[in-house]
């Protein structure tokens, strides 16, 4: 099986603009995570989707959104961006349903630097 | 904060060294997950151990849980240059059949040839 893509893989951009990040997740699975990755922050956890409905959220701003398509692909978006937003955007597929919590297969990341 | 902490930050060994990683956390789990990065990119899943288990071994790696403590280890032997990177830990809070996936800081693992 293919593993999970992200696109695009590098981006630059200026404050105040937004910014759309894809993810394609492995073939059959139907949960869908982000993460942000900073050096002072760490890996923190943005929301999660499964069957195109938000589960879950991180404590992120509401600039900060998601969705997941009837094929399991999902993207986030990112409005009025702040210098602070610069980071590793990670996605990450499941083949956890309802019950089983399983490991996370990461794609290879999104980074997104804000100027 | 739930996330796992690990310890040490950095460690730097040599070649054939074996390696180990420490990890608390504070809430109560359903399992702990180890992943590896490699500089700027994604994680790579190792190895995830129930709350029920205490000990898991996949090749050259050894994880233990300990609930009690609220504490695991994860030990590479034999460790090769290709094993530098930074380890996480992650816990899947017990708590939220929603859950999530809580990440420590990490420990940045160098190997000496």
């Known amino acids: 099986k293919a593993g999970v893509t992200q696109t695009p893989r590098y981006l630059i951009k200026t404050r105040g603009q937004q910014v759309t990040l894809s993810c394609s997740p492995i073939?059959?699975?139907?949960?869908v995570s982000w993460y942000q990755q900073t050096p002072g922050q760490g890996l923190q956890f943005l929301f999660e989707?499964?069957?195109?409905?938000?589960?879950n959220k991180g404590n992120f701003p509401g600039r900060f959104s998601g969705r997941q398509f009837s094929n399991s692909r999902s993207e986030m978006n990112v409005s009025t961006l702040e210098l602070g937003d610069s980071a590793l955007y990670l996605c990450?597929?499941?083949?956890?349903?309802?019950?089983?919590?399983?490991?996370?297969?990461f794609g290879p990341g999104t980074r997104l630097t804000v100027l | 904060s739930q996330q796992g902490e690990e310890d040490p930050q950095a460690l730097s060994i040599q070649e054939g060294e074996n390696a180990t990683m420490n990890c608390s956390y504070k809430?109560?789990?359903?399992?702990l997950q180890w992943y590896r990065q490699n500089s700027g990119r994604g994680l790579v899943h190792l190895i995830l151990?129930?709350?029920?288990?205490r000990e898991k071994h996949s090749g050259r790696l050894r994880v233990t849980l300990d609930t009690s403590k609220k504490s695991s280890s994860l030990l590479i032997t034999a460790s090769r240059a290709a094993d530098t990177a930074s380890y996480f830990c992650?816990?899947?809070?017990?708590?939220?059949?929603?859950?999530?996936?809580?990440f420590g800081r990490g420990t940045q693992l160098t190997v000496w040839p």
């Open positions: 990450a597929s499941s083949p956890w349903g309802r019950l089983f919590p399983s490991e996370q297969f």
């Open positions: 073939s059959g699975h139907r949960s």
């Open positions: 989707y499964f069957s195109e409905t938000q589960r």
């Open positions: 809430t109560s789990i359903n399992n």
């Open positions: 151990i129930r709350s029920n288990e």
């Open positions: 992650a816990c899947w809070d017990r708590g939220s059949t929603l859950g999530r996936l809580y």
